[in-house]
């Protein structure tokens, strides 16, 4: 595939996805069986969710309806075969709880760096690294 092919996919993430939380093109843009690593290694207190299910219970759909505003955008966009580096920069309004912390109407910002492995046309599998877990801790000041 073409970095212009997995430009438009991660574009799709970003703008449908992300920032107009259109969900039902997850199949679109994810293989069935995806794979997100979160925060680094599990035995490390990272996370680690597979499939397309996983990822709308265990993370889309409770940050979008936390931040139902959320916004992302991609920074930077590195090629490397399969692998795509992304840097990218979200915020939304925290409106409904949210990891145990109740709406407080604050924004929240933050920047983060994600490497996406592609298979033809779509994510594979991603790692993701951002300031948003200090930024939600942050919450509650």
């Known amino acids: 595939m ?21 969900l039902d093109i997850l199949p679109e843009v994810f293989t069935e069986d995806a794979v997100m690593h979160r925060g680094g290694p599990v035995d490390r207190g990272g996370e680690e ?9 265990g993370y889309l759909r409770p940050t979008q309806t936390a931040f139902p505003d959320i916004q992302h955008e991609a920074k930077d966009l590195l090629f490397d075969g399969d692998r795509v580096t992304m840097r990218f920069h979200g915020e939304g ?38 300031s948003a877990a200090k930024q939600i801790a942050a919450l509650q000041d």
């Open 2 to 22: 073409s970095n212009e092919e997995y430009r438009r996919t991660l574009n799709r993430l970003i703008d449908e996805v992300w920032n107009q939380q259109n």
């Open 49 to 57: 969710m597979k499939g397309i299910p996983a990822f709308l219970t």
């Open 93 to 130: 309004t925290h409106k409904e709880e949210f990891a145990g912390i109740k709406a407080t109407n604050k924004t929240m910002r933050y920047e983060g760096i994600a490497i996406f492995r592609m298979e033809g046309t779509r994510i594979a599998e991603i790692w993701v690294h951002s």
